[in-house]
């Protein structure tokens, strides 16, 4: 069986290869972006009776922090649990749950903003209960920076240097001779 390749299907296949590499290109830059949350502080606590601690921790610029208290049953939930973060002179977010402890572990998970980055505080306070007064909860707070816009002039440049280099290749490929063979 003979089979020729035309010109029309070869250079088909580049065009696919190239939108093929631009993606993959894409996708690896998203991922590098994505990928920017640092985490602050992770700890977990028992508690016995009523406690209140106060956790310090360095956000690197402005950007989102992620919190994530987790009331765990261990040997049972504590009957009160409150998370409050501040800056040395405001509060910037706080939660609170208290009333009939549930039976299994509930997690909550808060947003703030900060607007530069610095020192701040988080204060968890935990309340007990049961036979033996013993609870345990776990604390995660992670960053993720905020996104500056793109300058429009770097943008411009970096859209004219892709297009160049897909238009090089475009013509490099084109300049050589096409072969048509019959097998």
């Known amino acids: 069986m003979k089979r020729i390749k035309t010109r029309e299907s070869l250079r088909q296949r580049r065009w696919i290869r190239a939108a093929a590499l631009v993606g993959l290109l894409l996708g690896v830059a998203h991922a590098s972006i994505s990928s920017a949350d640092s985490v602050l502080l992770s700890d977990s606590n028992l508690v016995s009776g009523s406690e209140s601690s106060v956790f310090s921790f360095q956000a690197p610029g402005p950007g989102t922090v992620s919190v994530q ?27 609170s749950m208290s009333g009939a402890a549930p039976t299994t ?32 909860y776990s604390l ?38 096409a072969t048509l063979r019959a097998v």
Do not use: C
Request: charged share 5%; glycine share 8%; hydrophobic share 50%.
């Open 69 to 95: 208290i987790t009331n765990v049953a261990w040997p049972q939930t504590l009957n009160s649990l409150s998370f409050m973060a501040a800056t040395a002179s405001q509060v910037l977010s706080s939660w």
């Open 105 to 136: 572990s509930t997690s909550q998970t808060l947003y703030f903003q900060v607007a530069k980055g610095g020192s701040y505080f988080a204060d968890v306070a935990a309340t007990a209960g049961g036979p033996l007064e013993l609870g345990v």
């Open 140 to 177: 995660s707070l992670t960053f993720t920076p905020a996104t500056s816009p793109v300058p429009l002039p770097g943008a411009a440049w970096l859209l004219i240097a892709g297009l160049a280099t897909l238009l090089a290749v475009f013509h490099l490929t084109r300049q050589r001779p």
